[in-house]
């Protein structure tokens, strides 16, 4: 297992020259926002940042047109060019538990699109082509439609950032690894995208189930009194109330995923083969020709101190 950093990973694989002064990355966030809180966070914090260029959002997941509908509302909200960002639905797959959404029933806005998903996102790769990452923090059902939808987009994806995954640990420390939810949601589609060749950015358990957000860190957050941090807490508490997994502290899991492709990540990544089992496991195979880039720790204290100094702005 070598580590290097994601850039030197993509000159290597793509042939993509060094730049002195990095611009935005340019990115595509698809998301089942809706279930989870920290995908609300993770999107919320695009909106802080001016190392990325956010082209449009992608939802996934059951009833990915109330999910979009949900992103689309909290993007007015910043107002602004955020309130312009093209939201999608993509593909709706089995139901599952999503309270938030209930939030952003009604909403309307030019920019929420009920249809349409995999196509945009083929159009905004091919207007861009070697330009644009996806960034995928659920079951990766629209990348790997994306993926089967023309034989030649992957070429044209500069990376696909993702969480999911267990590669040395589980959800608790210690812990053996285990199907995390993004990937055994849909193997087959993970299958998929793990084997397309594209550079591939992963954020697994290893490194993003200790990223939890405490009470204090939600005070500091929610008492900005921002229009957006104020609705990142009403979907706090009806996250909190309603999560049938009784958590009252969010793990950031998705928002690693994002700072992963920073022009200016300071993090370590082990270069690794990853094979995706029936049952979502996420293997590393010793031996094989790399296909990921993992982060496989990260200093949680700093991470989480940063991200909240971040949306406390």
Same mark, same amino acid.
Request: proline share 7%; net charge neutral; with cysteine.
């Given at each position: 297992?070598?580590?290097?950093? &994601?850039? *030197? &990973?993509?000159?290597?694989? *793509?042939?993509?020259?060094?730049?002195?002064?990095?611009?935005?990355?340019?990115?595509?966030?698809? %998301? @089942?926002? +809706?279930?989870?809180?920290?995908?609300?966070?993770?999107?919320?914090? &695009?909106?802080?940042?001016? $190392?990325?260029?956010?082209?449009?959002?992608?939802?996934?997941?059951? @009833?990915?047109?109330?999910?979009?509908?949900?992103?689309?509302?909290?993007?007015?909200?910043? +107002?602004?060019?955020?309130?312009?960002?093209?939201?999608?639905?993509?593909?709706?797959?089995?139901?599952?538990?999503?309270?938030?959404?209930?939030?952003?029933?009604?909403?309307?806005?030019?920019?929420?699109?009920?249809? #349409? #998903?995999?196509?945009?996102?083929?159009?905004?790769?091919?207007?861009?082509?070697?330009?644009?990452?996806?960034?995928?923090?659920?079951?990766?059902?629209?990348?790997?439609? /994306?993926?089967?939808?023309?034989?030649?987009?992957?070429?044209?994806?500069?990376?696909?950032?993702?969480? +999911?995954?267990?590669?040395?640990?589980?959800?608790?420390?210690?812990?053996?690894?285990? =199907?995390?939810?993004?990937?055994?949601?849909?193997?087959?589609?993970?299958?998929?995208? &793990?084997?397309?060749?594209?550079?591939?950015?992963?954020?697994?358990?290893?490194?993003?189930? $200790?990223?939890?957000?405490?009470?204090?860190?939600?005070?500091?957050?929610?008492?900005?009194? %921002?229009?957006?941090? $104020? !609705?990142? +807490?009403?979907?706090?508490?009806?996250?909190?109330? %309603?999560?049938?997994?009784?958590?009252?502290? =969010?793990? /950031?899991?998705?928002?690693?995923?994002?700072?992963?492709?920073? =022009?200016?990540?300071?993090?370590?990544? !082990?270069?690794?083969?990853?094979?995706?089992? @029936? @049952? #979502?496991?996420?293997? =590393?195979?010793? #031996?094989?020709? !790399?296909?990921?880039?993992?982060?496989?720790?990260? $200093?949680?204290?700093?991470?989480?101190?940063?991200?909240?100094?971040?949306?406390?702005?």
């Amino acid at each position: 297992m070598r580590v290097v950093s &994601f850039f *030197c &990973f993509l000159l290597m694989t *793509c042939g993509i020259p060094a730049q002195s002064a990095p611009k935005p990355a340019a990115v595509l966030f698809d %998301t @089942d926002i +809706g279930t989870d809180i920290d995908d609300a966070y993770a999107l919320a914090l &695009f909106v802080h940042r001016s $190392d990325f260029e956010l082209l449009g959002v992608t939802t996934v997941s059951s @009833d990915a047109v109330a999910r979009a509908r949900l992103a689309a509302k909290l993007l007015s909200i910043a +107002g602004g060019k955020w309130a312009e960002v093209p939201v999608y639905a993509g593909l709706s797959t089995p139901v599952q538990y999503m309270k938030q959404v209930e939030w952003a029933a009604g909403f309307q806005s030019p920019r929420l699109h009920e249809s #349409g #998903g995999i196509e945009f996102m083929r159009r905004t790769i091919e207007s861009r082509p070697g330009e644009v990452t996806v960034i995928a923090v659920g079951e990766l059902t629209n990348v790997a439609a /994306l993926l089967d939808s023309d034989p030649g987009i992957a070429r044209k994806i500069r990376a696909i950032a993702l969480m +999911g995954g267990a590669i040395y640990r589980g959800y608790a420390p210690g812990s053996k690894p285990e =199907p995390e939810w993004n990937i055994r949601s849909n193997a087959k589609a993970a299958r998929r995208v &793990f084997t397309s060749g594209v550079p591939l950015l992963v954020a697994p358990l290893d490194s993003t189930a $200790d990223l939890k957000l405490t009470p204090e860190m939600r005070v500091a957050i929610f008492s900005s009194g %921002t229009p957006l941090n $104020d !609705a990142l +807490g009403a979907l706090d508490q009806i996250w909190r109330y %309603t999560n049938h997994w009784k958590g009252d502290q =969010p793990t /950031l899991f998705d928002v690693l995923a994002i700072e992963l492709v920073s =022009p200016t990540s300071p993090y370590k990544l !082990a270069t690794l083969h990853l094979e995706v089992t @029936d @049952d #979502g496991l996420t293997r =590393p195979v010793p #031996g094989r020709k !790399a296909n990921a880039q993992a982060s496989i720790a990260v $200093d949680v204290p700093a991470f989480m101190k940063t991200f909240v100094e971040t949306l406390s702005r």
